[in-house]
């Protein structure tokens, strides 16, 4: 059984900071590509950041050089630190694993930035 348990939303205030966790279960982690995607009200859901299984990572343009994906293959675990927050940011933030060709997804957790 594949789970992927997030934690670490919140709210914060503007220029704050938040490092979201997903805890992984029942897939070969070491081999996955992790991702992080979030949805606003009204709006499609997103890429947020992204890491394959060798560490490589790249980042939407409007959270470049804020947020940082990293992951700790001991753990089975992706974590998304997030810097400088803004209101825009505000979104339900979704983990995702990539594994043979399957994605599996978590079950969102809210962050919410006030000005």
């Known amino acids: 059984q594949v789970q992927l348990v997030e934690s670490g939303g919140g709210s914060v205030q503007a220029g704050g900071s938040l490092r979201l966790s997903c805890a992984t279960s029942?897939?070969?982690?070491?081999?996955?590509?992790m991702g992080w995607y979030r949805q606003a009200p009204g709006k499609l859901r997103e890429s947020v950041a992204r890491i394959s299984s060798g560490g490589i990572t790249n980042y939407a343009d409007s959270v470049k050089g804020r947020f940082t994906i990293s992951r700790d293959n001991a753990k089975n675990t992706v974590y998304l630190q997030m810097n400088s927050l803004k209101p825009e940011d505000t979104a339900v933030y979704y983990c995702k694993a990539t594994v043979y060709y399957s994605d599996y997804w978590g079950q969102g957790t809210q962050v919410t930035v006030s000005s």
């Open positions: 029942g897939i070969a982690f070491s081999i996955a590509a």
